[in-house]
C-alpha cells in the first residue's frame, strides 16, 4: 500500500472512531416512508399519500413494476396500483432505497462519475438480490433487494473526504484500494446511524467474507451471491464451493434463477 493510501486510511479509521466522520443523513421523504411503514394498520392509500409526494419517486416505482421481472398481463400506471402490486412492506423498503440514491451526488465530475457507478453497481446487485431472496423461505425480498442497494453506502463519505483531498482524487488506484479498505465499516456505521436492522447493518461488513460460516443463509449470503452474480464471469472467482452458496442452495433453488432472469434483475430497479 502506498503511503498516500495508508495516511488517508488512518485519517478515516481514526474520524471514525472519534464519531468525526460526517455520515450522510437519511432524506426526510425516507424517514416519512419508515414512519408510515411502522404502523401496522397503514392502508395503500395513506402510503400512497405519502410516496406521492416525490414525483420523480412515484415514477420510479411504476416503472420497477411495469419492470420484466414483476409486470403483470396489464400495465401499472399509477402509484397506488403499484403500491397494491408490490405490496405495502415491499414498497416501503424500495422506496426508501431508491430515495438513498438521492445523496449520491458530488460537485467533481470525475466523483460525480465514480457514484454513478458506485449507484449503478447497488442496484444491479438488488436487483439480483430480490431474485435470490425471494427463493428462500425464511428471508423477505425487499429487504434482500434494499441490502444490495446500501451493501456500498460506505463510500459515499471516502469520496466526499477525496473532493478535499485532491492528491487522493488524482490517484485512483489509491482511492480504489482505500475504498475497497474502509467502506465495510463506514457502511455499517451509516446503517446503524439510521436505525436499519442489525441483518442489513451487518451486510457491508460480512458481504465479502468468502468463507463465514454459520448455520442458517441470511442478507449477507445473499447480498454476497448477488454481488459475485453481478460481475462477469471470467472477473469472477468459483462461486460453487463458496459456504454462502452452500447456505443459499443456489444449485437447488426453486424456481431455479436462470440467465435471463438475471439479466432482467440487473436491470429491475434502474
Known amino acids: 500500500m502506498s503511503e498516500l493510501a495508508q495516511a488517508v486510511q488512518n485519517d478515516l479509521l481514526v474520524a471514525i472512531d472519534r464519531d468525526d466522520l460526517m455520515l450522510p443523513t437519511l432524506p426526510e421523504v425516507a424517514l416519512e416512508i419508515r414512519r408510515a411503514a411502522e404502523n401496522s394498520e397503514v392502508s395503500v392509500s395513506e402510503l400512497s399519500r405519502v410516496v406521492g409526494r416525490d414525483p420523480a419517486l412515484s415514477a420510479r416505482l411504476i416503472k420497477v413494476v411495469n419492470s420484466p421481472l414483476l409486470r403483470s398481463q396489464v400495465e401499472v400506471t399509477s402509484l397506488q396500483a403499484a403500491i397494491t402490486r408490490l405490496g405495502v412492506n415491499y414498497t416501503c423498503n424500495l422506496a426508501i432505497g431508491l430515495v438513498i440514491e438521492q445523496i449520491f451526488n458530488a460537485r467533481q465530475p470525475v466523483v460525480e462519475a465514480k457514484l454513478r457507478e458506485i449507484w449503478s453497481q447497488s442496484i444491479a446487485v438488488a436487483g439480483i438480490a430480490y431474485e435470490i ?71 457491508p461488513l460480512l458481504y465479502l467474507d468468502y468463507e463465514r460460516e454459520q448455520a442458517k443463509a441470511d442478507y449477507s449470503d445473499v447480498v454476497q451471491m448477488a454481488s459475485l452474480l453481478s460481475t462477469p464471469i471470467e472477473q469472477r472467482p468459483s462461486i460453487s464451493g463458496l459456504p454462502s452458496y ?20 440487473r436491470t429491475m430497479l434502474a
Open 133 to 203: 431472496a425471494r427463493r428462500q423461505p425464511h428471508l423477505k425480498p425487499d429487504q434482500g433487494a434494499l441490502a444490495g442497494m446500501v451493501h456500498l453506502i460506505g463510500v459515499l463519505p471516502i469520496l466526499t473526504y477525496a473532493e478535499e483531498h485532491n492528491d487522493l482524487l488524482s490517484d485512483p488506484i489509491c482511492l480504489n484500494h482505500v475504498i475497497d479498505r474502509i467502506h465495510p465499516v463506514i457502511g455499517a456505521r451509516i446503517l446503524k446511524s439510521w436505525d436499519f436492522p442489525r441483518a442489513l447493518t451487518e451486510v
Open 246 to 265: 452452500q447456505r443459499l442452495r443456489m444449485d437447488a433453488l426453486d424456481p431455479p434463477l436462470l440467465g435471463c432472469e438475471l439479466a432482467d434483475a
